[in-house]
């Protein structure tokens, strides 16, 4: 069989597999954004278009995760059936070496690194600001369409608003009676002929700008405050609105690493005002190098686990594929870890999960080349038909 034609097939057997589980894991994923992403469309009226718009965001930190996770399990499962239907004897037989077979693993594993890479670098910070811009500006919708002409309106926290007329196109009201309990000492009752809601995306705020009208001030009657009742008329008035907690906690985000880019971050690093602020700064920036060749860590991991897997049974590929990815990233948050107290060197920590599965893929690989499998990787990959087993049988017994 010629080696193009081989090299076509196996890229068909992975790349199947890891497509059909990069839509399940990612879909997983969203899953858990779901209720709180459509209690805007069910509770606040915000389009359904927007909320799409933010899962488009989304995306990209999540494919970050599930395409080195979905690649692991294609390539579990495709030589997996190579080994359990003898193709991969017959391919020996034919003077087709294992190192042959890895050659189109590699060229897609890398193609996936540098997807990755992309995805790391540069998708996910900009995706993630606009996320926060994008819910700034749903936020700032929601202000008007949560308002009603007519209806004592809630939306904003110690604030109770009254319009008795509304435009729709342009948000101005009219004949406003306003409750502003934010200062609880000293309550304010404002009311004003008209007012228009402002929303600055820069800044990240909302103002409801008034026009003619009163203010008026009475302090509590258990209140020490000598103050008066007072009564202040203006013509231009500007309260401003507090969006709620999830509003603050998108504020939040923009103060966060992970948004900046990678000239941003290195900027960062250098005008960093303590160490360990720099070595936070300087985690992120090589987290995003080291996560992106986690595709061709796994190439290296998986082909040997997928080759003895067959004996465990056809789901043990999917509980490798986890297991595997799950001892990849507790060691890169234990690597991230000893990399933001300073302990070693950032770049030296933050390579050393990688590192270790490159080491140990490379070493399981040739093991399995010379046909002399190393007892600890049968244990593994065994093991999830083992745990299998024994469940089966506590469940017939009780």
Request: proline letters at 5%.
């Amino acid at each position: 069989m010629p080696n193009t034609r081989i090299n076509l097939y196996l890229c068909r057997e992975v790349l199947v597999p890891t497509l059909l589980s990069l839509l399940i894991f990612t879909f997983l994923l969203l899953m858990g954004r779901i209720p709180r992403l459509t209690e805007l469309v069910i509770n606040k009226g915000v389009p359904l278009p927007d909320i799409l718009q933010l899962f488009g965001y989304l995306l990209p930190s999540f494919f970050s995760i599930t395409v080195p996770l979905s690649f692991l399990l294609g390539i579990l499962l495709a030589f997996g059936r190579l080994s359990a239907d003898s193709e991969f004897v017959a391919l020996k037989a034919s003077g087709v070496s294992l190192y042959t077979l890895l050659r189109p693993v590699l060229v897609l594993a890398i193609l996936l690194s540098c997807a990755n890479f992309y995805l790391n670098t540069v998708a996910i910070p900009l995706s993630k600001t606009s996320f926060r811009s994008q819910i700034f500006e749903i936020a700032s919708s929601r202000a008007n369409i949560g308002i009603q002409a007519g209806i004592f309106n809630d939306e904003f926290d110690g604030i109770v608003l009254y319009a008795a007329k509304l435009n729709d196109q342009t948000g101005a009201m009219t004949e406003i009676f306003l409750s502003d309990e934010r200062d609880g000492a000293v309550p304010s009752t404002i009311i004003a002929q008209q007012g228009q809601l402002i929303s600055d995306p820069d800044r990240y705020t909302i103002t409801l700008r008034l026009d003619k009208g009163e203010i008026h001030r009475k302090p509590p009657p258990d209140s020490k405050n000598r103050m008066p009742y007072q009564t202040i008329a203006f013509s231009s008035y500007d309260i401003n609105l507090d969006m709620g907690q999830q509003l603050q906690q998108e504020q939040d985000r923009s103060k966060s690493k992970g948004e900046l880019s990678s000239q941003e971050l290195d900027e960062a690093i250098a005008t960093a005002d303590t160490a360990k602020k720099r070595y936070r700064l300087e985690g992120e920036k090589y987290k995003r190098i080291v996560t992106s060749f986690a595709p061709l860590v796994f190439a290296l991991v998986g082909i040997p686990l997928g080759l003895q897997s067959n004996r465990s049974g056809k789901g043990s590929g999917f509980t490798l594929a986890l297991g595997v990815s799950l001892a990849y990233f507790v060691l890169l948050s234990l690597s991230r870890t000893l990399a933001a107290k300073g302990v070693l060197p950032t770049a030296l920590t933050l390579w050393l999960s990688n590192l270790v599965f490159l080491l140990g893929g490379c070493f399981f690989l040739h093991r399995t080349a010379i046909e002399r499998p190393v007892t600890l990787l049968n244990q593994i990959t065994a093991l999830p038909g083992t745990l299998a087993r024994r469940w089966q049988q506590r469940r017939r017994q009780s």
